[in-house]
Nanobody
């Protein structure tokens, strides 16, 4: 069984910074893409950032230049450094990852975390 556990959310003032972490544990053989998405009340889910196993990253236009995604393959962990936070960034943030769970199967399955709340407010 695989679990993704996020941490690092909280309350921050506009202009502030937060760093989110998401660690995969359990039956992890290898991980392909990892990423973050967010959902605010009454709004559609939005992809925030994604990173490939070889560290190719892509971002939503709304966060380019402010957020940085990175990963530590040895720790099965993905990070999201969020700077210059705005009230529009307030949302529940979720990580997801495509994980291969056994040596004998080449299939990657998508797993998602439970989410961590980020609130940007003065």
């Amino acid at each position: 069984q695989v679990q993704l556990v996020e941490s690092g959310g909280g309350l921050v003032q506009p202009g502030g910074s937060l760093r989110l972490s998401c660690a995969a544990s359990g039956s992890v053989f290898s991980i392909n893409d990892m990423g973050w998405y967010r959902q605010a009340p009454g709004k559609a889910r939005e992809m925030v950032a994604r990173v490939s196993r070889d560290n190719m990253a892509k971002y939503a236009d709304s966060v380019k230049g402010r957020f940085t995604i990175s990963r530590d393959n040895a720790k099965n962990t993905v990070y999201l450094q969020m700077n210059s936070l705005k009230s529009d960034d307030t949302a529940a943030y979720y990580c997801d990852a495509f994980i291969r769970v056994t040596r004998t199967s080449a299939t990657y399955y998508e797993y998602r975390g439970q989410g961590t709340q980020v609130t940007v407010s003065s």
